[in-house]
């Protein structure tokens, strides 16, 4: 592309950028001959310079516009919406032509007869008399931040963007070199260079803060298509709507401005469309006839906070609720203790779309989520205020910069991390004090550490621990808390040492690291050193914590999606005194309350008459108290045999998410969750059958036929589900290893590893189960292996999806039966072809 | 000298190739020139957590930061004994900037095609799939380290 025909684009793409603006205004006061001649001469310039380059069609395209402008600048025609309607139609026209120009280098080829006829119709004023009583409304007052100012006097030169980034990295280097220089010169006193380095110091810190200047750009870029979005939403929807926009000229880094471009498009467009009502129901709610949306930029401590508001009916909290309870994002139970602000939180989760009828404009089933997840990204959080009858705000946080953040640097392990300050909220120093007060005092539960804070129980986390850096964990009295905010959690990272704050400058982690997601980045600190950035977001997920939350942040529409399935109907109930313990309700057959008499004595084992067989009863606890009149037993039934676990007393059903603490756990205990905010014991199943009969899964081995152990891996990033498979299908008399995902099992076939068999999750984040099953079919050592599908949702349509997929069998999720069967049948059989 | 292999017609550099030669637990190997960045000394390196673990950690190479891969723990190795102050050879590969931290960096040498052989059929699986063949030098062999191989690590294949 010749350099004329590239300085030609980016020249009208700005120019079209303000012609939109302009000609809103335009519409709202059709006598400002300023904006007028703003806009004739706009579009002369873009019709004149195409006839220089020879473009064709978008000459004649401008040229039918210009011609109605014209008219309308003589006088000979007044401004009304539908003319309006028809410059914007024949700027799109322009727009698209001059989009396949950038892309291509020439004009697409196409024919604009329709529009030029309909333009000069109306020039010709055939078609513009009959719509003149349509005129706006003239009390409508034109909004302060639309005011075009049509003065071009600033001097300025086109730079490219890539220009601007090689000097915004050059100049982080530089900082980073004058710090290093600063730290060294502390070490040297009398240095002769001590004068000039203070001055070179000074001198790069102008430089940073001009250089990020020229990074900056005016919030109002990212507004400008607003007006002209919220006029042909008005016009679509039969509303009245009046858009306000303050702060326009609040300045940020243009990186961060294009990021946040699409979810402000975004949520105005849902302002507009679901939050504003009809001019008629606005009337009858006592409100004046226009909707109010209104844009406000301002900085508030390095930070930019963006407000969108409208006056509408405000969210419908029944809706969402019901909506809520659909898709099984909380249960009733969870919605009832929860408060409106918090109901409506749920907007910002994946498949929740409250727009009662879908239009055009939205309410398609994605949205806010996305807008959350994209704020996120860069490091941003979002947040609602919903007056219900008087309109939403939303409030949008985001950093002014991501080049160069503060950072808090703390030390875990003997090793230096830093964790960005824009998500710590506070440093707590634990120790114990000397009136015994448990204020600051790491407490724990089954070795999950707490902390109180100001009468709330803090999660906390352990950095070295998550991090396997090796070192135990020294002793509490004195480590450091860091208070993160993850979303709306709050999580306790326990740190061994804090330094001070630096400003780095994030650097993305190499390739080969991006799977690790505690990390956001790495940077190289004033002394030299390289660091690795924590991301708290990838903390907490790590950890679980946001799983049980009512308000989950949503890093990743993908992950979100994986985890929203997994909640879990647990069966919680007491045992061994005042123990509250809990068991997957899908392994429970039944539950029974056996009267005493009933429970006989079998080789000294108590056992009971259970539909016209001998069940074994085990007990949980060691001891048990066989005086009690009724015995409330977990019935476990696998094909026609049954055991009975012995219990205390059953407590409840809830529906939770399940993350459970592993590791160092009893016998017959696969570890220890948080279950409605109380830390309980979870039951292995697989443990207590065999307590039971240690024959119990002998029916389900390959009995004889084949001496070898047959090895089967099973792929699920669920834990518990691993932890409940491994010992259930090691039971069942196979080998089993586990891998935490489809990459991780992908690397144990590249190491040569070989199964007889695969039993995969479907839901996984990074690699779905399908993904993972096709890779593997598509070649390798693995690739005539038997796969089952192991999944929550069995849907025919699944199981078709499946079957595509190449798996050889579909079996539901805690069903463990059908997966020994399935297992059974496809190794003792040859694979299905 | 890496301009110099560049510019010369395809048939001579058939005939001579330059390669950095260095060593790995006794066995001495050869990097192609072209392929090198630069050679360090010892580095303060930065431990990585949760990283695979043929990943040393990374270091900082003139304001850029280098991942470092150590090749004893690539090529299944013994650690190298203790007090051992590692060089590292440094390498582009994906855009990134790579450090291969090997026992020893010696010399810059041209070899000769007619002492090249492709890898012999009974060399160890661990070395067959980083080497791209072997030079029979007087006094010892020489094993061509493949460098893209050796720097693609999983989590991007």
Same mark, same amino acid.
């Given at each position: 592309m010749d350099d004329l025909l590239a300085d030609f684009l980016t020249e009208t793409n700005e120019n079209l950028a303000e012609l939109d603006v302009a000609l809103v205004t335009l519409e709202r006061t059709p006598n400002d001959e300023a904006t007028l001649s703003f806009i004739f001469r706009l579009v002369h310039t873009i019709k004149g310079t195409c006839g220089f380059l020879g473009l064709p069609r978008l000459e004649r395209v401008a040229h039918a516009g210009e011609n109605v402008l014209g008219k309308i600048r003589d006088k000979a025609l007044t401004v009304t919406p539908d003319i309006v309607s028809q410059i914007l139609a024949a700027l799109d026209c322009v727009k698209s032509i001059v989009a396949h120009l950038g892309a291509a280098g020439t004009e697409p080829a196409g024919d604009d007869a329709d529009l030029i006829a309909t333009l000069n119709a109306t020039a010709s004023g055939q078609t513009a008399a009959p719509e003149s009583e349509k005129n706006p409304e003239p009390e409508v007052a034109p909004a302060s931040a639309l005011t075009v100012t049509p003065t071009a006097a600033v001097q300025t030169i086109r730079v490219t963007v890539d220009v601007l980034e090689d000097l915004m990295t050059l100049v982080s280097e530089l900082v980073l070199t004058r710090n290093q220089l600063l730290q060294l010169a502390r070490s040297q006193e009398n240095a002769a260079f001590s004068v000039p380095l203070q001055r070179l110091s000074h001198i790069t810190s102008d430089l940073q803060e001009g250089v990020m200047k020229t990074r900056m750009q005016p919030i109002g870029n990212a507004w400008n298509k607003l007006p002209r979005l919220v006029r042909d939403l008005s016009r679509e929807m039969n509303k009245k709507i009046e858009l306000t926009m303050l702060g326009a000229d609040t300045e940020l880094d243009r990186q961060v401005l294009e990021f946040i471009?699409?979810?402000?498009?975004?949520?105005?467009?849902?302002?507009?469309?679901?939050?504003?009502?009809?001019?008629?129901?606005?009337?009858?709610?006592?409100?004046?006839?226009?909707?109010?949306?209104?844009?406000?930029?301002?900085?508030?401590?390095?930070?930019?906070?963006?407000?969108?508001?409208?006056?509408?009916?405000?969210?419908?909290?029944?809706?969402?609720?019901?909506?809520?309870?659909?898709?099984?994002?909380?249960?009733?139970?969870?919605?009832?203790?929860?408060?409106?602000?918090?109901? +409506?939180?749920?907007?910002?989760?994946?498949?929740?779309?409250?727009?009662?009828?879908?239009?055009?404009?939205?309410?398609?089933?994605?949205?806010?989520d996305v807008v959350k997840t994209n704020i996120e990204r860069i490091g941003g959080t979002v947040d609602l205020k919903n007056k219900p009858g008087h309109g939403t705000t939303f409030i949008i946080k985001i950093p002014l910069t991501l080049a160069i953040v503060s950072a808090l640097i703390v030390e875990a392990g003997h090793e230096r991390f830093a964790i960005p300050q824009l998500s710590v909220v506070e440093l707590v120093r634990a120790r114990r004090e000397a009136d015994g007060t448990t204020e600051s005092v790491i407490e724990r539960i089954n070795g999950t550490p707490f902390l109180r804070l100001r009468r709330r129980l803090l999660p906390l986390v352990s950095l070295s621990g998550l991090l396997q850096l090796g070192v135990p964990q020294t002793d509490d009295d004195g480590a450091y808390i860091v208070v993160a905010q993850v979303g709306t959690n709050m999580l306790g990272i326990i740190v061994d040492r804090v330094f001070d704050t630096e400003e780095i400058v994030v650097k993305p982690v190499t390739a080969i690291l991006r799977h690790v997601t505690m990390f956001s980045g790495n940077t190289i600190l004033g002394d030299g050193s390289v660091i690795m950035i924590l991301d708290p977001n990838g903390i907490a997920r790590a950890t679980g914590i946001g799983a049980g939350g009512e308000a989950k942040p949503a890093p990743v529409a993908a992950t979100e999606k994986a985890h929203s399935g997994q909640k879990t109907t647990m069966l919680l109930f007491r045992a061994n005194g005042d123990q509250k313990m809990a068991v997957p309700l899908g392994l429970v057959a039944r539950l029974e309350d056996i009267p005493r008499e009933r429970i006989e004595l079998s080789c000294g084992e108590p056992v009971t008459q259970y539909r016209g067989k001998l069940m074994p009863l085990v007990p949980i606890s060691g001891n048990h108290?066989?005086?009690?009149?009724?015995?409330?037993?977990?019935?476990?039934?696998?094909?026609?045999?049954?055991?009975?676990?012995?219990?205390?007393?059953?407590?409840?059903?809830?529906?939770?998410?399940?993350?459970?603490?592993?590791?160092?756990?009893?016998?017959?205990?696969?570890?220890?969750?948080?279950?409605?905010?109380?830390?309980?014991?979870?039951?292995?199943?697989?443990?207590?059958?065999?307590? +039971?009969?240690?024959?119990?899964?002998?029916?389900?081995?390959?009995?004889?036929?084949?001496?070898?152990?047959?090895?089967?891996?099973?792929?699920?990033?669920?834990?518990?589900?691993?932890?409940?498979?491994?010992?259930?299908?090691?039971?069942?008399?196979?080998?089993?290893?586990?891998? +935490?995902?489809?990459?991780?099992?992908?690397?144990?076939?590249?190491?040569?590893?070989?199964?007889?068999?695969?039993v995969s999750d479907i839901d996984m984040p990074d690699m779905d189960g399908l993904t993972f099953c096709r890779t593997v079919r598509a070649g390798g050592a693995w690739a005539a292996l038997p796969i089952i599908a192991m999944t929550a949702r069995a849907e025919p349509r699944d199981i078709a999806l499946g079957r595509a997929a190449g798996f050889t069998d579909y079996v539901t999720k805690s069903r463990r039966e059908d997966l020994t069967e399935a297992l059974r049948a496809c190794l003792t059989e040859p694979a299905l072809a | 000298m890496s301009i110099d292999v560049l510019e010369r017609p395809e048939a001579v550099i058939d005939d001579e190739r330059v390669f950095v030669m260095l060593t790995v637990a006794g066995q001495t190997c050869g990097v192609p020139v072209a392929s090198v960045r630069d050679i360090l000394g010892e580095q303060a390196i930065t431990r990585i957590p949760l990283a695979p673990p043929e990943i040393a950690g990374s270091l900082n190479l003139r304001g850029r930061i280098v991942t470092a891969v150590d090749l004893r723990r690539r090529l299944n190795l013994p650690p190298p004994p203790e007090g051992h102050k590692p060089m590292s050879v440094v390498a582009e590969h994906g855009g990134e900037l790579y450090a291969l931290l090997v026992d020893q960096v010696s010399e810059v040498m041209s070899l000769k095609a007619e002492d090249f052989e492709s890898n012999p059929p009974t060399l160890e699986q661990a070395w067959a799939v980083f080497s791209t063949g072997i030079y029979r030098l007087e006094d010892r062999l020489l094993v061509v380290l493949d460098v893209p191989k050796l720097l693609a690590l999983s989590g991007e294949d």
């Open positions: 471009k699409d979810p402000l498009t975004h949520m105005v467009r849902n302002s507009g469309d679901h939050g504003l009502e009809t001019p008629d129901e606005r009337r009858a709610a006592g409100k004046p006839e226009s909707g109010r949306i209104s844009l406000n930029a301002f900085h508030e401590g390095g930070h930019i906070i963006i407000e969108i508001a409208d006056d509408g009916r405000g969210l419908a909290i029944d809706r969402i609720k019901a909506k809520a309870l659909a898709n099984g994002l909380a249960s009733e139970a969870e919605l009832a203790v929860m408060s409106d602000d918090q109901i +409506a939180r749920f907007i910002f989760r994946a498949g929740l779309s409250t727009a009662a009828k879908l239009t055009a404009v939205s309410g398609r089933g994605v949205g806010m108290d066989l005086e009690r009149a009724t015995q409330p037993v977990l019935v476990f039934a696998d094909r026609d045999r049954a055991m009975g676990l012995m219990v205390d007393s059953i407590i409840d059903v809830v529906d939770d998410h399940l993350a459970i603490e592993l590791g160092g756990v009893r016998p017959g205990m696969l570890g220890t969750a948080v279950i409605r905010g109380e830390a309980m014991d979870i039951v292995d199943t697989g443990y207590w059958l065999t307590r +039971a009969a240690t024959d119990w899964f002998d029916g389900a081995a390959p009995a004889g036929q084949d001496v070898r152990q047959r090895h089967v891996l099973v792929v699920d990033d669920n834990a518990f589900f691993r932890q409940l498979l491994v010992p259930t299908l090691g039971a069942a008399g196979y080998q089993v290893s586990a891998a +935490a995902g489809a990459e991780e099992a992908l690397r144990l076939r590249d190491a040569g590893r070989l199964f007889d068999a695969i | -």
